[in-house]
Structure formats: C-alpha cells, structure tokens
C-alpha cells in the first residue's frame, strides 16, 4: 500500500514539473497574452492561455488579417503524463465573418499543419470564433472547432461569464471520434473571472468511452 502511495505521488510529482516547464516555455512566449486561465477539477489541473489579435498596417489600423494562439496544459493528479497542446492560427477574414486561415498546431504527438475555413464574429458582450479544418498531413484528420462567449453587464464593473467549446476531430483512416467539451459559467469582477469548469472527452467509433474534469476556474483578462 505504502509503495502505491509512493509511486503516485512520484507520478504526480513527475508530472507537475513537466507541467511547469511547459507553462514557463508557454508565459515566455505568449507574455503578451489576452487570457490567462487555471483551472483545478477533480481529475485534472492546468492553465490555458489565449491571445486575439490582429495584424495592422502602417497607420496602426486594423487589417483583415487575424492572428489566433491558444495554449493549454494539464497533469493528471494520479497516472498519466503531462498534456499540452499549442495552437497558432493566421486567418484572413472578410466583412462577413468568413475567412481562411492556416492553423499550425503543436502537441504531445508532435506538429501538424492544417487549413481550413473559418468564422469569427465579436458584436457587445457576444463573440464566437471557429473553424472546420482539415490535416494537410497524410492522416487527413477533419477538425471542427467552435468557441462561444457570452458576458452580460451586470453593473458598472460586475458581468456574467458564459462559454462553451465544441472540439470533435475525425480520423477517416479510422473512422475515430475525439470529441470535447469546455463549460466555463461564472462571474467577472473587472479583469477578474472564477466560477465553475466542466470539461468533457468522448472517444470512440460506434460506442464511445467518455471521461469528465469538474472543478472551479480562475481567469484573468488583460
């Protein structure tokens, strides 16, 4: 008992430092990130951090050209090596909301190129931001990516936190699902949000094995 004991905590321990180091490389890079989350569920703990931001011309003003980046990492508290994933996207988006973008992404298997279609709207308190994607790689893996952000004014600095992620990704060569869902619904309190996380995996082709993360989250926007 005393050595199962041992070995998860060495697991976890293990697992933290890489955690760590991934999260010293991401804040190095993204130092001049737009939001920085950390999360705590009853499986998981990790950060995630995005960044919007569009390219401008020579008069400072605003082009069509989007960059996108998201970084996330999370270490199991048992079993199971640290997950990270960097995505980095460069889109061209017309009046519509409609765009093309190129998406590069890095993780635990390494890099993989993409491209794709893309859809990117912000009006008041509403934004969503997706894309459908597929490998330029010969796995030809079709992701579809879907952000939602919903931040009603409650009072002069108090509002309402919603957002949702839908992330299922298709191997054809295999005909696997990975899919996952984000809830984050909470409150914000200025640059300030906290509140509940759910995070949800499915995987699988015709019966699926899915697996849930709840906890809490603590966001900061700059």
Known sequence: M?????????AF?????QLLAGLVLMIAVKSHAQMVEYFAGD?????DIMWFKNFQNK???KTAFLYFSRNRASVSYKQGSAAMGSTNAVSYNFKNGLGLVTVASFVNAGFVPKAG???YRQSGNF???GWLVSDIKKQGNVDLFGLFRYQPTVSENWRGLLQMELFPVYQPSSELWNIIERVRLGAKYR???RGLMMDFQQTGKNNFIGTSNLGA???YEF
């Open 217 to 219: 989250f603590i966001r």
């Open 127 to 129: 934004m969503f931001f």
């Open 191 to 193: 640059a300030w949000s």
């Open 2 to 10: 005393l050595t199962g004991i041992y070995d998860h905590a060495h």
């Open 43 to 47: 499986k998981r703990t990790g950060i």
């Open 59 to 61: 008069q400072k003003a």
């Open 13 to 17: 321990n293990y697992n933290m430092k």
């Open 117 to 119: 279609v893309q859809y």
